[in-house]
């Protein structure tokens, strides 16, 4: 009985030791997981940051003239009541390509001037996913005062 009950003993203990293991490999997992996922929206984050900072020096090389910052890169240009507009379709590599093709846009919109005086040319540049979830916002100015 003595040899049995040890050989029962080691049996459990060898079941904690599994069961351990086996959370802790979880949490490894778990923890893993969430660092890729986080690497994965940084790394969107910084290509919008690049693509949004290329757009607004754009506009500022061009004084304002959003229908050249468009032209140059690669995207479309729209005039309304509202204002002019630029969008620029990205891909997932964040190349330019068509909109049914496109994982993330640019959009440039050109924001209200006074008079040409008292304040620089702004526009609004975002950067969102095709979802609709936004990546980046700011306003940049066409020249400094």
Do not use: H
């Not at 049996?11 to 923890?31: K, M, N």
């Not at 757009?55 to 690669?74: C, P, Q, R």
């Amino acid at each position: 009985m003595n040899k049995r009950s040890r050989s029962t003993l080691f049996l459990i203990e060898q079941l904690i030791v599994v069961a351990v293991f086996a959370i802790c490999s979880a949490a490894c997992v778990r923890i893993l997981t969430y660092a890729f996922f986080t690497a994965r929206g940084s790394k969107d984050v910084s290509s919008a940051l690049l693509v949004a900072e290329s757009a607004a020096e754009t506009y500022k090389a061009f004084t304002g003239d959003i229908s050249k910052v468009a032209e140059t890169l690669g995207g479309d240009y729209d005039m309304t009541e509202s204002g002019a507009s630029a969008i620029v379709y990205y891909d997932k590599q964040w190349q330019v390509c068509v909109v049914y093709e496109a994982d993330y846009i640019l959009r440039m919109i050109n924001g209200k001037q006074e008079t040409a005086f008292q304040s620089p040319l702004l526009v609004e540049i975002t950067v969102e996913k095709i979802t609709g979830e936004q990546l980046l916002a700011f306003t940049a100015a066409a020249r400094d005062f």
